[in-house]
């Protein structure tokens, strides 16, 4: 215990002339380390590299305070834990921090508005917050991200294998290929493209919806709204199976020679068409937002 809080203590600096506390916390670490980082944050910039330690720097407000430390406290560490505590909201703003953590590391945040942009990271992500905003770029073998109202933005430099991203009103942008996600949003705007879906599932309320990329061969893509906009810009070259339906709202198709149809009782349209060979299936609803189908 007296280790752990010579630590923790030597984690603060003394106040510079701007009132700011710096943060300089450097351990040997495991490459597949768990680390958790939440409270009142301001920003943080998390970076993968290739190093077998962690280093947690930047400043706090004055007033506010870092707590945590090492679960061992002996060799390289295999989890670390740190909570930011801070006087007022005004605080919180100021209290800004990056991580650097090996490459495969597994890293958790949660915070309140806050911005948390991701890099180089090839493990795992699991990032919450209310406000602010969340950018990640890079790998990550799994992606998980809870946002209330902040915007997140995702630019797959490969494959994620699982991403799970959920928003209240923030929009959510997808840029790379993934082998199992999925994007919901309540009435956030869900912008997907340039990359590959193996499977994939997207799902707002009154958000609209808007697809860009490729479905793989044999995949599956589900696309599911109650009153938002669809609209899938297919490659041309795509071979999928599409079915398609909207309750009260209008199906429009400029994909394939095959029209829509009326549904029954005189309101909404369904559509069932195909490309090229059997490949991806494709499954549209919607309650009473218009589905548009066209060509990249």
């Known amino acids: 215990m007296r280790t752990l809080l010579l630590v923790v203590a030597g984690a603060l600096i003394p106040m510079d002339v701007r009132g700011q ?10 490459s597949a380390v768990s ?6 944050l301001g920003s943080v910039r998390v970076i993968g590299w290739d190093r077998d330690s962690i280093a947690l720097t930047g400043a706090l407000a004055s007033g506010s305070r870092l707590d945590g430390g090492p679960y061992n406290v002996q060799g390289p560490v295999t989890g670390m834990k740190f ?23 597994r890293v958790w945040i949660k915070a309140g508005s806050a911005d948390i942009d991701a890099s180089a990271v090839t493990g795992g992500l699991d990032l919450n917050i209310v406000g602010g905003s969340v950018r990640v770029s890079g790998k990550p073998r799994e992606l998980i991200v809870e946002s209330m109202d902040g915007s997140v933005t995702v630019s797959a430099g490969g494959t994620v294998e699982y991403g799970r991203i959920k928003t ?41 919806i808007t697809f860009a990329g490729d479905i793989a061969r044999g995949g599956d893509a589900r696309f599911d709204t109650h009153s938002g906009a669809i609209e899938l810009r297919l490659s041309p070259q795509a071979n999928v199976e599409i079915d398609a339906a909207s309750i009260t709202g209008t199906i429009e198709n400029t994909f394939t020679p095959r029209r829509p149809m009326v549904g029954g009782g005189g309101g909404g349209m369904e559509l069932t068409t195909s490309s090229g060979t059997p490949g991806a299936r494709v499954q549209v609803r919607s309650f009473k937002g218009n589905v548009r189908l066209t060509s990249q």
């Not at 680390?35 to 009142?40: D, E």
């Not at 909570?83 to 590391?105: F, H, I, M």
């Open 21 to 30: 506390q710096k943060v300089d916390i450097h351990r040997a670490a495991t």
């Open 35 to 40: 680390v958790r980082l939440n409270g009142a």
């Open 168 to 208: 209240a009103t923030g929009d959510i942008v997808w840029q790379g290929s993934g082998d199992d996600v999925t994007m919901t949003s309540i009435s956030g705007a869900i912008r997907a493209g340039e990359g590959t879906i193996q499977r994939g599932r997207f799902e707002s309320i009154t958000g609209p």
């Open 83 to 105: 909570y930011v505590e801070a006087t007022d909201e005004a605080s919180q703003r100021n209290n800004k921090l990056e991580l650097r953590v090996p490459r495969n590391a």
